[in-house]
């Protein structure tokens, strides 16, 4: 079945840091003529406007009025998904470490996850796309029509978030692997949505696969249901 033929499907994919979850979900969308949505951007977008307007990521009161006051979008340019916040667009400050474990922090509060839940739940009404996240699945989209957990060796894991880093400021392979292994720690044993595989999502280890390998195994199992 072509994708044009297909019916539109809500499709979500999540998993632990450095699985390799970006680059699938957008070639996976590019294969079936969807859009593609980041949520791990929007919440580093929050992240980022608490960092640069002075919010603890444990005042809740502070953050709830910070996520009252700002605007988020994604769009799609000639430079690819972009994610505006208040008119500015910050995509190439969502990926340094200090945003990065900022976002790991505020992503746990209250405020923020009921901001972004209406956001995500908004954009994916019209279906016909495939969202990236953490708690894709089991939260924000129980009723998705496709779902997958896409996870990789710790060590694997690390290895891509370090090939990523700028080689200036990157720091040692041993201190990546440990920011990683505290990161599932903390996105696992968090208690509101916590990290962890929906019952019913296809379950896909990348450790050995490369992005093409694990996208065809995605479609052959959506080619299965529609």
Avoid at 57 to 68: F, P, S, V
Avoid at 79 to 99: K, N, P, S
Avoid at 162 to 180: D, F, K, N
Wanted: proline share 4%.
């Amino acid at each position: 079945m072509t994708p044009r033929t297909r019916p539109l499907l809500l499709v979500t994919i999540d998993g632990p840091a450095g699985a390799g979850k970006t680059t699938v979900s957008r070639l996976l969308a590019q294969r079936l003529g969807y859009r593609y949505v980041d949520t791990g951007a929007l919440y580093r977008a929050v992240a980022l406007a608490a960092m640069d307007r002075q919010v603890g990521a444990a005042d809740d009161e502070g953050l709830d009025r910070l996520c009252q006051g700002i605007h988020l979008a994604l769009t799609v340019t000639d430079r690819g998904l972009r994610l505006i916040l208040d008119g500015a667009d910050v995509t190439d400050r969502l990926r340094g470490r200090e945003v990065t474990a900022m976002a790991s922090a505020v992503s746990a509060r209250l405020p923020v996850r009921r901001f972004l839940l209406t956001l995500q739940r908004a954009l994916g009404e019209a279906r016909g796309a495939v969202f990236e996240g953490r708690d894709m699945g089991t939260v924000v989209f129980p009723d998705a029509d496709v779902k997958f957990f896409l996870d990789a060796a710790v060590e694997e894991r690390a290895r891509r978030r370090h090939a990523e880093l700028a080689e200036a400021g990157r720091p040692p392979l041993a201190t990546v692997i440990e920011e990683i292994r505290q990161r599932d720690r903390n996105d696992s044993s968090r208690q509101l949505a916590p990290l962890k595989p929906a019952a019913d999502a296809v379950r896909i280890d990348a450790t050995d696969l490369t992005p093409d390998g694990v996208v065809e195994r995605m479609l052959a199992h959506i080619d299965v249901l529609t």
